[in-house]
């Protein structure tokens, strides 16, 4: 009687510890699942880009001074508005859960609320420019490999690319400010 308990206490004891051994995610399968919880991060800080150019757009539409701050309020919202969709489309499921990088400073932006005039038009340059700085730090940091091919990948090199063409028309107009304001 010894000898059954003994068997079975060993048999319920080794198909535990193999059992425990089979859960165990493979390497493979835990860095997929890095890779997944990365790219739901991006995803999740481009969605709150996106969406702040909309708090953007309708501020520089009440308070910019120049009508080159409101073209170029014009462009980066209308390609914030595609690339969004763009993501809604790339999105398997929703993200708004996941926590990270924040694409908008609270205080900067209060701040830039507080401004109107020409006092606007630099601040909200300045602001767009830390802005759409930080969302290429996050996207370089995060590019897709060449040969990836996925959906994801081909939003987030578009983004990227689109981001960078932002950032040189945010730059021109900085210029331009920096030009108009020494004459």
Do not use: C, W
């Not at 309020?73 to 924040?102: I, N």
């Not at 205080?107 to 630099?122: C, I, S, T, Y």
């Not at 767009?128 to 996207?139: G, I, S, V």
């Not at 960078?164 to 920096?178: E, W």
């Amino acid at each position: 009687m010894m000898k059954q308990f003994l068997l079975a206490g060993l048999i319920v004891f080794a198909s535990l510890t193999f059992g425990a051994v089979l859960a165990q995610p493979t390497k493979e399968q835990q860095s997929l699942t890095r890779q997944e919880q990365l790219q739901a991060e991006v995803k999740a800080a481009l969605r709150e880009l996106h969406q702040h150019q909309v708090e953007l757009t309708a501020l520089a539409e009440d308070r910019a001074e120049q009508d080159a701050i409101l073209e170029l309020t014009d462009t980066l919202q209308t390609d914030h508005k595609r690339l969004y969709e763009r993501l809604m489309d790339v999105e398997e499921e929703d993200a708004s859960v996941v926590s990270g990088t924040r694409m908008r400073d609270t205080q900067a932006f209060e701040e830039l609320k507080q401004q109107e005039g020409a006092e606007f038009d630099a601040a909200y340059l300045r602001y767009q420019e830390r802005l759409h700085l930080d969302a290429l730090e996050l996207l370089e940091r995060n590019l897709p490999g060449e040969g990836e091919v996925s959906e994801y990948a081909r939003y987030v090199k578009a983004t990227h690319e689109t981001l960078r063409q932002h950032l040189a028309l945010i730059q021109q107009n900085q210029q331009r400010g920096n030009r108009e304001a020494e004459t």
